[in-house]
Each structure stands twice: as C-alpha cells, then as structure tokens.
C-alpha cells in the first residue's frame, strides 16, 4: 500500500482535517520519494526504526516496506487515528506502533530501549527540526543512524564543515555525535500543501564523541558565545569564558572567528 496524492487528500477530506501551518504540517504525497527516503535511512529488515512527524503515513508505509520494526511518534491528536487506520489496512509485518507524543517531551530512554540497532526517520518541521534531532541524538544513543528531512538550508546547517557558508551552531553541535551529509534535495512539489520552500534531506551515521558529558558542556557554551558574535575575533566573542592566553595554548590564532574553527578546534579550547 501507498500513500499518493490523491489518497492522501481523501483521507483530510473524509477527516475533516486542515493542514496545520502552526505545525508545520506538509504531508508527503510521492511514494517514490518516500521510498528513497525510506532507504537513505539505512534501515534494514530486523532493524527498529524511530519515526518523528509521520502525518498520514507516507514514510511510515515506505518504512515498513523494508522490514523494519517502525515506532512512529506523532504530535497531533487528531492525525494519531487516521494514522493508525492507514498503519492497520497497511498490516505491515512486524506491525507499526504508534505512539502519539511531542518529541520535544517523550521520554526517549523508554521510546528507544538499548540493546539492539535503531535508526532514526523524520519528516521535521522546519522550525523545530533541529531541535528535536539534536535532542534525539544527546538523549538516545540506542539510535546509530538514520536520515532526517528539513528545509534545505537548515540540512546544509546541519550538515557543513567549518569554512561553509552554511556552518554555524548546529553544525559543530550535530558533529558531536554524527557524521552528516546532505543525501539530496526534494522538491515543494512532492507535498501537500505545498511548502514555499526547498527541502532536502541528511543521513547521519553515529560516532563516539570526543569526551563525556562535562566536555561537551563546555564546548557548547564556547560554541554559543563564539557565533552569538560571529563577526567579531575570537578573542573578543570568547573573553568572558575563556583564561587569557586559552587560545595561544590551543594553538588557535585569537584572531580567528568562529565560522573558522572545527569542532577539534573547540574541544582543544574547552580543554579536552
């Protein structure tokens, strides 16, 4: 079972649903580029997938597909039957769960238990998409991978290395736990409604970071100051965090900028 355009449409008509702009709420209605999203996952049959913002069940369906067991969360109350109805006359094997939740709020320890290999798929909002992936990988490190569709330019956020026009705050954080790239671009017109924008989507592989918990604190808290002023020097934007004479004993020139630094750069400077 698919879910097109045309069904897709039906299903908010014989609902009586409006797609909520508050939400962020634009359904995918092309099977095949559920699909390919489905498989720039890397799930596999036997995997446990986390499914953030299925809406109707575009992805979900793609998903299920694969053999993977999928665990879809979603936010709004009156989609979670709609859903489910369109999860049951899938009867996808092993079946789909579906969990209604704010992912900003659910408690991920329980949502994704260790002890086999998760991946992660999302169709986010834009406004609260890198949120909720940088919440998903501090908190549920049971997830290995997985790929997550945003609006282009926050997947070329996420996604750049230092000296991109695009890096910023989200690229050093998400490159604390993850390797990212931008798997490709996905056009307004394969959603319902249509978006004013481009999306694309990132796939991400997990990695070890480089330090514990009070590391990363403190990396994060550079990060923030140093691109909270990002035209100014380093030595300027950083001065109420850092002993003077920090960045000379990082071997980072105090007249760098933030956009100029990798995140090794800023580990050597919280001291790790």
């Not at 409604?193 to 550079?222: C, K, M, N, W, Y």
């Amino acid at each position: 079972m698919t879910l097109g355009a045309g069904r897709i449409r039906a299903l908010l008509d014989d609902h009586g649903i409006t797609p909520s702009r508050a939400l962020g709420q634009n359904f995918l209605i092309d099977p095949n580029t559920a699909r390919r999203i489905a498989a720039a996952s890397g799930a596999v049959e036997g995997d446990a997938v986390l499914e953030i913002g299925p809406g109707l069940g575009s992805l979900t369906l793609a998903l299920a597909e694969l053999g993977a067991e999928v665990t879809a969360v979603e936010l709004d109350r009156h989609l979670v039957p709609v859903l489910r109805e369109v999860v049951a006359d899938a009867d996808a094997d092993p079946p789909v769960r579906v969990v209604e939740a704010d992912a900003l709020e659910v408690d991920l320890d329980d949502l994704v238990p260790p002890g086999r290999r998760w991946r992660l798929a999302a169709n986010l909002p834009y406004n609260v998409g890198t949120t909720i992936l940088l919440r998903v990988l501090q908190e549920a490190p049971a997830i290995t991978g997985g790929v997550v569709l945003v609006q282009r330019e926050v997947a070329e956020r996420l996604a750049a290395r230092a000296g991109d026009d695009a890096y910023g705050i989200p690229s050093v954080k998400a490159a604390w736990w993850v390797d990212a790239r931008v798997g490709g671009r996905v056009p307004a017109s394969v959603f319902h409604p249509r978006p004013r924008v481009d999306s694309a989507f990132i796939t991400f592989e997990r990695h070890d970071p480089p330090g514990d918990e009070e590391l990363r604190q403190r990396v994060f808290t550079l990060v923030d100051a140093g691109f909270g002023q990002r035209r100014k020097m380093l030595r300027r934007s950083l001065v109420d965090h850092i002993e003077p004479g920090a960045l000379e004993q990082a071997g980072i020139d105090p007249t760098r900028r933030a956009e100029e630094l990798a995140l090794d750069d800023w580990v050597r400077l919280a001291g790790g």
